[in-house]
């Protein structure tokens, strides 16, 4: 139960620092809005692993928990009550939001398409998510004394970057709280399906990258 409640709490932080930042400036109409709003998610992450990455390993996000439960890290019963854990944290920080705001604030907060197509949004989603989810699970297993650092900074570098183009979602949970509490879902499916698909061609890169390297194994001559 402390780790569904962790994944809650640090979902909470991260969805409730970076969605508060995107109303602070307004929107990513700017390039220093996308910045300020970069900076808001990586920091909303770091600071959602500090509270709950010691007793959760800190996921908050179910494209994540994909990835640790193809790679063996969590069974299948565990990874939904974390899914779950997840969503019921973001939605509970759009709803903050609503309570301090409108429900048109709020839906400001949504994952839409930017300068590319629907198609160009879920392709670059993909890409962002395997990136991601391929440096959650490398680091996590050859250099865990650099996660706290590397992955809330890989999170920041995919929203400076995919803002203008697909909004940066890398995240279902984050996707769907505002469509629910804004009762807005345009483009959703885009956000519900690519991160997974994401997330399956990051784990399939870490698995590729972390196999032993037979060549190292024959002995010299």
């Known amino acids: 139960m402390r780790k569904l409640i962790a994944e809650a709490i640090g979902t909470f932080i991260l969805v409730g620092m970076g969605s508060l930042a995107i109303i602070g400036v307004g929107g990513a109409g700017e390039a220093a809005n996308i910045v300020v709003i970069a900076i808001g998610f990586g920091l909303g992450?770091?600071?959602?692993i500090a509270v709950g990455g010691a007793v959760s390993g800190g996921h908050f996000n179910p494209a994540v928990t994909l990835?640790?439960?193809l790679d063996k890290r969590i069974d299948p019963?565990?990874?939904a009550g974390y899914v779950i854990a997840q969503v019921v944290g973001a939605v509970a920080a759009s709803g903050v939001i609503f309570t301090i705001s409108d429900q048109a604030t709020v839906a400001s907060t949504k994952n839409l398409p930017g300068?590319?197509?629907?198609?160009?949004?879920?392709?670059v989603e993909v890409v962002l998510t395997a990136i991601f989810v391929a440096v959650i699970l490398t680091v996590t297993k050859r250099a865990p004394e650099h996660a706290m650092t590397v992955i809330p900074l890989t999170?920041?570098?995919i929203h400076?970057?995919?803002?203008?183009?697909?909004?940066a979602s890398v995240n279902p949970a984050r996707s769907l709280a505002p469509a629910i509490v804004s009762a807005d879902y345009a483009s959703i499916g885009i956000y519900l399906t690519?991160?997974?698909?994401g997330a399956l061609v990051g784990w399939f890169v870490h698995r590729v990258l972390s196999a032993p390297d037979s060549e190292?194994?024959?002995p010299a001559s």
Do not use: D, M, N, Y
């Open 160 to 167: 400076a970057v995919g803002i203008p183009f697909s909004g």
């Open 115 to 123: 300068i590319v197509s629907e198609l160009g949004a879920f392709t």
């Open 77 to 79: 019963p565990a990874a």
């Open 67 to 69: 990835g640790a439960l």
């Open 155 to 157: 999170l920041l570098v």
């Open 216 to 218: 190292s194994q024959v």
């Open 194 to 197: 690519a991160p997974f698909v």
């Open 45 to 48: 992450l770091l600071a959602a």
